[in-house]
């Protein structure tokens, strides 16, 4: 997360001294916890997790398979009607023609009142068909190239069924168009509400294309399960395009769906066995005012090709308090996905969930103005391609576990965070980062990071057995490529971390892999080589960082205590670069920094050699073991706080000319590198220079 820099330097130096003396003295900072408690009952969501069970699949790995939810019959499948008897419907105008049983004309409504099949052409410019059938079977519409309107209501409206399909005849083109303002039978009555409505279970299937433009509310509707197993759909809906209270489900077919409010979506909240979206297959272009793919309770991907723009796309995010919800695809309990191609471009979040997300396979390709991947409750990814390539934070959740796949993210603020809290669900406001209870561990995937804030992120704790992650980034001395307020434990894998030194953390002593965290003079310019190669001459890592750097942390599987290594910088390497990281080539051209032996489990480095120096006056006072040049970690005790060089006769601020040094403190001197060689700070980003004028707007 971003840090907010402290305004002036004695300032700084008093705040650090009176930490000091108040932790000596046992005083506590009541201020910390009223905060804490603040944003907390702050927190417009912080309910959500709670009421996520194992039965609503709201937890990592409980999440059902589209099988579980959904089941195609018979009758799901387009069959031949010129076998079954249909009865034709032929459409003229404002009225039409039948020929067979179970069907009635009224003027310009034509009332379907049995189980059977019936076939409609031809075009009915103001008027309706109506189910209305009270025995057991299927009603089967074949839409043979229809051309339906209304002036006062839905032209398709199944009042009453077992259950309904809709059949697209094979090269048909057919078209439905209701009324911009219905009328009902009296008051109470608010339905239909969508060009083709139907108040029991709707499949459609076939082999033509279907247009539907609702005009007045929705495209298309049922309050009970709305399935698709194949047609060419386009809908244009001055609301929701499709909606299925208690499910929608796809198996082929091509939907092209442009909405005021949400592509698709579902509504059922109150059944723990409905509310859902299930994917298995089909081609969807959706574009959304509100939500891509809004399921009430999950939303289940296991095939399909998506494109989806919701919102506006990324540059159109609102920060209002009663902006709609712009996510790309939002499963209030849950989002899984196996398989599939998603192309996502949204205002708010890509993939949202106020419960878990599970990502097992499927490449993705997101971009959006906040989080890529958000979950309030858990995070897994076992597998999968994932380019996030615009976002304010990548991957974000309270309990963040990576065990597969390929992630590749970029991030203005944080690339992953493990932090708890959540946002407003009605797009405004970022989520919350109180609690120390986040975790994020990584078992195995490669992870590239592009970040303008902190690379990786945890309120709690980090913990890394296998895979491989490398991040670039921050550049400004405010963030830090490795941020956990625990601990941050190493036992396999390989974790490359450039970014700034300001606020740079190694991995903790707790490791059991060794770790080394090398701080260099200056600032290298992006692209320099950073290449380990251990006393034999062999290569530990080469790594070209995409961000100017003035740290490193590097651990790999190779090191070893008691190990000899050498640091050298710049060069080329003839091999191929997978997100910066060479393998299967050879290096040369670079220049020695440093040689030196690893003699514990983090090893802190600068051009001279090894270092203890593990405080720095830009750290943040606290954290788990194994900081860096920042005062997130362990510190030399007895770090005092005299001005650096040049600075010996600046005056105080106004205000604190007689403000003394705790007792005891006296005498201390500033820890070895506590400050910058030219006694400047370091260049802030864009948002600790705005927290800076804001706190000092302030009087802070």
Not at 287 to 292: A, I, K, Q, T, Y
Not at 308 to 333: F, N, Y
Not at 616 to 623: E, L, P, T, W
Request: a negative charge; glycine letters at 16%; aromatic letters at 4%.
């Amino acid at each position: 997360m971003s840090k907010k820099w402290v305004h002036h330097t004695w300032s700084m130096l008093l705040l650090s001294s009176l930490l000091v003396s108040g932790c000596a003295t046992g005083e506590t900072n009541t201020s910390t916890s009223a905060t804490s408690a603040e944003v907390s009952e702050a927190s417009p969501n912080t309910d959500n997790t709670s009421t996520v069970s194992a039965d609503a699949g709201g937890s990592a790995g409980e999440l059902p398979a589209v099988a579980e939810v959904v089941s195609y019959d018979a009758d799901d499948a387009y069959s031949d009607w010129t076998t079954d008897g249909a009865t034709a419907v032929a459409l003229s105008g404002n009225g039409a023609t039948i020929n067979g049983d179970g069907a009635t004309v009224d003027g310009s409504t034509v009332t379907i009142g049995s189980a059977g099949t019936y076939v409609l052409s031809g075009t009915l410019t103001d008027g309706q068909i109506v189910v209305d059938s009270a025995n057991e079977g299927t009603v089967r519409l074949v839409l043979n190239g229809v051309d339906l309107s209304s002036s006062t209501s839905a032209p398709i409206y199944i009042k009453a069924a077992d259950k309904a399909v809709i059949s697209l005849e094979e090269g048909t083109e057919n078209r439905v168009v209701d009324a911009e303002t219905y009328v009902y039978a009296d008051a109470s009555t608010d339905e239909p509400d969508a060009a083709i409505f139907s108040k029991d279970d709707l499949t459609i299937n076939g082999g033509g294309s279907l247009y539907v433009n609702g005009r007045y509310n929705n495209g298309i509707t049922s309050k009970d399960d709305l399935k698709i197993v194949g047609g060419s759909l386009e809908i244009d809906a001055v609301d929701d395009g499709i909606k299925g209270k208690d499910l929608v489900a796809v198996q082929a077919g091509d939907l092209t769906i442009r909405a005021a409010a949400d592509a698709i979506k579902t509504t059922n909240d109150t059944d723990a066995d409905k509310g859902y979206i299930a994917i298995s297959g089909g081609s969807f272009t959706l574009v959304s005012g509100n939500d891509g793919m809004q399921a009430e309770r999950a939303a289940l991907i296991e095939g399909g090709t998506f494109d989806i723009v919701a919102g506006g796309g990324k540059t159109e995010a609102s920060d209002a308090a009663d902006a709609p919800s712009t996510k790309g695809i939002k499963g209030v309990l849950g989002i899984r996905i196996t398989a599939g191609e998603l192309v996502i471009d949204a205002a708010d979040d890509a993939l949202h969930s106020n419960g878990a997300i599970e990502i097992e396979g499927g490449t993705m390709k997101l971009a959006t103005s906040d989080d890529g991947i958000h979950a309030d409750a858990s995070i897994a990814i076992s597998g999968g391609s994932i380019a996030i390539t615009d976002s304010y934070e990548g991957i974000e959740s309270n309990t963040i576990a990576i065990s597969g796949g390929e992630i590749d993210l970029v991030s203005s603020d944080d690339g992953i965070n493990a932090a708890s809290g959540s946002a407003s669900e009605t797009g405004g406001g970022r989520p919350g980062a109180g609690g120390t209870g986040s975790t994020l561990s990584i078992s195995g995937g490669y992870v590239v990071v592009d970040a303008g804030g902190d690379g990786l992120d945890a309120n709690g704790s980090i913990e890394m057995s296998g895979g491989t992650v490398l991040l670039n980034g921050p550049t400004n001395n405010g963030n830090g490529a490795l941020d956990y307020d625990g601990t941050f434990t190493m036992s396999g894998g390989i974790v490359i971390a450039a970014g700034s030194s300001g606020m740079a953390q190694a991995t903790s002593d707790a490791s059991t892999q060794p770790s080394i965290l090398m701080t260099y003079p200056q600032s290298q310019p992006a692209g320099t080589l950073v290449q380990l190669e251990d006393s034999d001459g062999r290569t530990i890592v080469t790594f070209a960082p995409t961000k100017a750097y003035q740290s490193v942390v590097i651990s790999a599987p190779e090191l070893v205590q008691g190990g000899s290594y050498t640091l050298y910088s710049g060069g080329s390497d003839t091999g191929v670069a997978v997100g910066g990281l060479y393998s299967g080539g050879t290096y040369s051209g670079g220049a020695e920094v440093v040689t030196f032996e690893i003699a514990s489990t983090v090893t802190w480095l600068d051009q001279n050699g090894v270092t203890e120096a593990r405080t720095g006056m830009f750290g943040r006072m606290g954290g788990g073991q194994g900081g860096g040049p920042g005062m997130r970690g362990q510190g030399r005790d007895g770090a005092g706080m005299t001005p650096p060089e040049g600075m010996e006769g600046m005056a105080p601020p106004e205000g604190m000319e007689g403000m003394t040094r705790p007792e005891g403190m006296e005498g201390m001197q500033p820890p070895d590198g506590a400050f910058p060689e030219d006694g400047e700070r370091p260049a802030m980003g864009d948002e600790q220079a705005g927290a800076e004028a804001q706190s000092s707007a302030s009087g802070s």
